[in-house]
């Protein structure tokens, strides 16, 4: 069983920025593919980006795109997700999840965190 636990949410206003981490417990993150994924209250969750273990390539939802980043760290069982210009529409719990390929489809993913909650208010 693969857990992935979410840490840095919280409140920020307007234009700031925020970080959140994702650790695999005790290991690496399985299949080649780690996203992140958000939901609002009453909305649909929807992809806000992943990244590619094989070449570390990220790719982003439109909304998101130049203002959040997806790295990895060192111990290459955590992942960030650095979110910048944070803007109220970005308020939703986050969630990453691991893919054994990218996908924008949250049914690709096989294992989920508890997700952090993030609102950006003022």
């Known amino acids: 069983q693969v857990q992935l636990v979410e840490s840095g949410g919280g409140l920020v206003q307007p234009g700031g920025s925020l970080r959140l981490s994702c650790a695999a417990a005790g290991r690496t993150f399985p299949g080649d593919a780690m996203g992140w994924f958000r939901q609002a209250a009453g909305k649909e969750r929807e992809f806000v980006g992943g990244?590619?273990?094989?070449?570390?390539?990220?790719y982003f939802a439109d909304s998101v795109k130049g203002r959040f980043t997806i790295s990895r760290g060192d111990a290459k069982n955590t992942v960030f997700l650095e979110m910048n210009s944070l803007k109220p529409e970005d308020t939703a719990r986050y969630y990453c999840?691991?893919?054994?390929?990218?996908?924008?489809?949250?049914?690709?993913?096989?294992?989920w965190g508890q997700g952090v909650q993030v609102t950006v208010s003022s």
């Open positions: 990244i590619r273990w094989s070449d570390l390539g990220t």
């Open positions: 999840a691991a893919a054994p390929r990218t996908s924008d489809y949250g049914g690709m993913y096989d294992y």
